[in-house]
């Protein structure tokens, strides 16, 4: 009798176990058919893997917990791994292991051979690793590499990005200049195929494959090329070599013959004014960026244990609110929301973190109540793709799969020409500091292209240069001293550097934006917004120079009436620049050489020194081909004067003294001080804004500017003086003021000063706290639903079994023993194999 139920109960059983079965079959189908409905239409039909690469420092582990929450916020398909480069006693004391999932590579920073200090070799090396030791690295089609200081708006999907085998997408890097000279025929057979680009690497494994081991031994290659790290050659305005990784990317693609598609709007540097239509789906925070008087640099953060410090957080940006009453072009609007979006991602990751290590809850506040509100979670809810986010920039049309949220372009999208920018200087210290004042607010301004400095020297001056690494560089024959004439006039190094530099350099940019060194960039100075054309340049009002309205013009040019006064910015079509830079030298030579007009009632030069030939020249020489210009008041401002309410000046041009109070700046001041190369040095501090006359608005504005103008200078020294590794705590400086620093916005005319920041991190235990944002696994919670069932089930079958059984042996003395089976259900066994390593992901990546 006992054994006829055990053999019904066992029959039962496994009639259980089959419809567990098939209802767990059908779940699994249910889910993935719902999962269409979401994000992606189809489940992934390709494996994909993003990796990313860093050291053991805080540095990076801040960066890893920005990238780890964008990851999963953006919902990227499947797994990603931190590749991390720890030396063994970095190893010993490192905190962050459980940051992100980590697959631990040697670390190369100190070259095994060379002993050369390069840390940025970790990434090929460490994707070598990857991929010769990880298992991951034999389960997988595609591969997506970021760098740390990312944050991912949107999933990237190979397919839909349109890569292919053989065809990986990448993201452009215009400065690799090194692939259009003597750089690339060095180091690879085939510079023809050497593609500019970084950053976003989309790529087949087996291209991975074939490159990681070129990319390693061709940075190694281009690093020990010391005879080549100039800035004009390279592009690193540093000089020291420092982009060699990336080289070695470009030049190793090119020796395995890999032509990249690429694509210059999927990813963005915050700060930058994303196209019309365009919606990139990665920021790139590796340069300053700003939004009124909030800014943000993350080498500010260099070694901000931020990670471990309990509820603090990045400096709070401004309110959307705010941002909308800061700027009222809807572009440059939508590039401060991007700005507000990247920082305020990190400090939601980093709040997450905070509460994954038992930190106590955050005390309320309204940034902490904006970060867990529904705005701020649609605001940064994942981006999908557009048809012009997905256009190639070799490409007629965007290239795309036919899914629903992605459409095919109609008709050809018309990119906006590629810009240069140039200025030119001599080889001393007057001008270096300039060009860093200079370079520094470029990258601050969102200028599209690249710059180049034009850099005239004689061949004893350069022997005893320093500044090379100041910026990109152009060298120049010196005209300072006529070659012919002998006149010492080296305002004339000007249109004389331009001629050499259209002469001697390839550019495939079809404007070139032409600026003095005594100028600060403010925002973005484009041929599209400012109307520049074929034929008709930009340029700004000189109105001083008279001689366009008397006889001068009549004795210099056959166009009189076709002479403008302009100068200072000039924006030029590229064709124009070639026909037009000759005269423009031939032009200053002439009105140089005609001293018997040099006073000033016919030059309006109060020196009467013939100084602002070089000015005239380029006007003669405009007149000469009737090239009329588009005269704007928007671009240029100089500091001291007072500005046209609502407009948004593009430059500062600090070439005349100004004040605020009894404070004064003058460029002249400063001819012979080596600001550069004195370890901390800056210029005196203007006054605290919060101590300027608000009575008057027009005075206010004026003053505000002034301040912005040094504040900016002063900036760029300091950043200078850091990435020299000069202490700059205990400086020698060429200011006895005060050296707190103030933040000053560059677009809004707004100021705030900022002191170095203490956070209270005393909390109480009602306070708001911001929980992590689930992402369950419903294939999962489905199968723990059927297995509790079925173990129920079981143990209640059990029981009653074990009652009729104890209840037919009543008194009987001797019981028999009762065995445990000792075979495991077959769902614990699908629970190990299949259901451990996703859940183990899981928990790592919470």
């Known amino acids: 009798m006992i054994m006829m139920m055990m053999m019904m109960y066992l029959r039962v059983m496994l009639v259980v176990a089959l419809l567990l079965l098939l209802l767990l079959s059908g779940g699994g189908a249910a889910q993935r058919e719902g999962a269409a409905h979401g994000v992606h239409k189809h489940q992934a039909p390709w494996r994909i893997h993003t990796l990313f690469s860093v050291e053991c ?26 590749l991390l480069s720890c030396t063994q006693e970095e190893r010993k004391t490192y905190r962050g292991m459980d940051l992100a999932p980590t697959f631990e590579v040697p670390s190369m920073s100190r070259h095994p051979k060379t002993g050369d200090w390069y840390p940025a070799i970790n990434k090929p090396a460490g994707i070598v690793h990857w991929l010769k030791h990880s298992k991951d690295a034999q389960n997988v089609d595609w591969v997506v590499i970021l760098d740390a200081d990312m944050i991912i708006r949107g999933p990237i999907i190979p397919w839909e990005l349109g890569a292919e085998k053989g065809r990986p997408v990448a993201a452009y890097y215009g400065y690799l200049v090194g692939c259009d000279n003597i750089l690339a025929k060095l180091h690879t057979k085939h510079p023809e195929l050497c593609d500019k680009v970084g ?84 920021m790139h925070y590796g340069l300053p960026f700003r939004v009124g008087n909030w800014s943000f640099s993350k080498l500010d953060h260099h070694e901000d244990n931020i990670v471990y410090d309990c509820g603090r957080l990045f400096p709070e940006p401004p309110y959307p609110r705010e941002v909308n009453q800061l700027e009222t072009a809807p572009d440059k609007r939508r590039a401060l929301f991007l700005n ?156 004389a550097a331009v001629l050499h530099w259209l002469n001697h350099v390839k550019t495939d940019a079809e404007y070139i934006v032409i600026l003095d060194a005594d100028m600060i960039m403010r925002g973005p100075i484009t041929p599209w917004e400012f109307k520049a054309a074929r034929g008709r340049p930009v340029s700004t009002p000189y109105g001083y120079l008279i001689g366009c309205d008397n006889e001068l013009a009549k004795l210099h040019t056959r166009h009189p009436e076709a002479c403008d006064k302009v100068g200072g910015v000039i924006i030029m079509h590229i064709n124009d620049l070639r026909k037009f830079a000759l005269l423009w030298l031939h032009k200053t030579e002439e009105v140089r050489a005609d001293r018997s007009h040099w006073s ?84 005196p501090d203007p006054p605290d804004p919060s101590t300027l006359d608000h009575s008057d608005d027009d005075s206010l504005q004026r003053d505000l500017l002034s301040i912005e103008c040094v504040k900016t200078l002063n900036e760029a020294l300091h950043l200078h003086h ?85 209840s037919g042996r009543k008194g009987q003395k001797k019981r028999g023993k009762v065995y445990k089976p000792k075979r495991r259900s077959s769902y614990s066994g699908f629970w190990d194999t299949n259901g451990h390593d996703r859940h183990l992901r899981s928990g790592e990546m919470s």
């Open 57 to 82: 420092q805080n540095y990076f582990d801040w960066q890893t917990v920005g990238l780890m929450h964008s990851f999963k916020k953006s919902r990227q398909p499947g797994p990603i791994t931190r």
């Open 199 to 282: 950053g976003l690497l989309v790529m087949h494994i087996d291209d991975l494959r074939a490159l990681a081991p070129m990319w390693l031994s061709k940075s190694e290659e281009v690093r020990e090329d010391r005879a080549h790290w100039a800035t004009n050659y390279t592009g690193d305005i540093y000089g020291q070599g420092w982009i060699s990784e990336m080289y070695g990317y470009s030049f190793g693609a090119a020796e395995v013959g890999l032509r990249h598609k690429i694509n210059n709007n999927l990813m963005i540097y915050p700060g930058y004014i994303p196209l019309d239509g365009v919606e990139p789906i990665l």
């Open 340 to 495: 507000i979006e990247c920082i305020n991602t990190l400090n939601e990751g980093l709040l997450l973190q905070h509460a994954t290590y038992g930190c106590p809850k955050p005390k309320w506040s309204k940034y902490l109540s904006f970060l867990r509100s529904k705005a701020f979670a649609e605001l940064t809810g994942p981006k999908l793709l557009t048809p012009k986010t997905l256009q190639m920039m070799d490409e007629d049309r965007a290239q795309v799969v036919d899914e629903p949220h992605v459409q095919v372009v109609d008709e050809p999208i018309k990119p906006h020409p590629k810009i240069h920018t140039i200025f030119s200087t001599e080889c001393n210290s007057y001008f270096d500091w300039q060009t860093v004042g200079l370079v520094h607010s470029f990258q601050l301004s969102g200028q599209p292209g690249n710059i180049t400095r034009l850099l005239s020297c004689n061949d004893e001056d350069l022997k005893q240069y320093k500044g090379h690494h100041l910026a990109p560089t152009h060298y120049v024959p010196s005209m300072s001293r006529h070659p012919l004439t002998g006149d010492w006039y080296p305002a004339i190094n000007k249109p």
């Open 600 to 683: 000033r009632n016919i030059t309006g030069d109060v020196y009467e020194s013939g100084w602002i030939s070089e000015m005239y020249g380029y006007s003669f020489g405009a007149a000469e081909l009737n090239l009329r210009h588009q005269i704007s008041n928007e671009i240029l401002i100089y500091p001291g004067y007072v500005p046209v309410p609502g407009v948004k000046y593009r430059v500062f041009h600090y070439g005349l003294e100004f004040r605020v109070g009894n404070w004064t700046f003058d460029k002249a001041n400063w001819i012979h001080t080596d600001v550069v190369n004195s370890c901390g040095a800056k210029f």
């Open 722 to 806: 850091e990435r020299s590794k000069c202490n700059v705590r205990s400086p020698q400086t060429i200011s006895n003021q005060d050296s707190s620093e103030t933040t000053i916005s560059r677009k809004f005319g707004k100021f705030e000063e900022v002191h170095n920041l203490t956070y209270n991190t005393t909390t109480t235990n009602n306070s708001e706290e911001i929980s992590p944002p689930e992402e369950p696994n419903q294939t999962f919670s489905s199968m723990r639903f059927w297995i509790i069932s079925l173990w129920a089930f079981s143990i209640l079958g059990f029981v009653i079994i074990m009652s009729v059984m104890l």
